[in-house]
Nanobody, 114 residues
Framework: VQLVESGGGSVQPGGSLRLSCAAS????????MSWHRQVPGKESEFVAG????????EYADSVKGRFTILRDNDRNTVYLQMNSLKPEDTAVYSC????????WGQGTQVTVSL
């Protein structure tokens, strides 16, 4: 099983980024997919999650109204559209597949600064 994130980078406050997580080696539609973020010295934080069929979406209060999680089960990919980014959104963002087993991607850095 592989989860490969992409789309991270540096952006100014108020900007947008779209992260992607491409999955392989698992039946993607059976997995709850989520995004998490972590900064050095702090615990990993749940950001957003979506059920296999897309009927359930969940967001951390800190990103509600700014971030949107999307998934394309035909492409085995989950996305995180991040708008109105703030400096406090700076972190390494990782995707997680939660089902019969749990898998993590390697993470992608997002930096929000002037």
């Amino acid at each position: 099983v592989q989860l490969v994130e992409s789309g991270g980078g540096s952006v100014q406050p108020g900007g947008s980024l779209r992260l992607s997580c491409a999955a392989s080696g698992l039946v993607f539609s059976l997995y709850y997919m989520s995004w998490h973020r972590q900064v050095p010295g702090k615990e990993s934080e749940f950001v957003a999650g979506m059920s296999g069929g897309g009927g359930l979406t969940e967001y951390a209060d800190s990103v509600k109204g700014r971030f949107t999680i999307l998934r394309d089960n035909d492409r085995n990919t989950v996305y995180l559209q991040m708008n109105s980014l703030k400096p406090e959104d700076t972190a390494v963002y990782s995707c997680r597949a939660n089902g019969a087993q749990t898998y993590w991607g390697q993470g992608t850095q997002v930096t929000v600064s002037l």
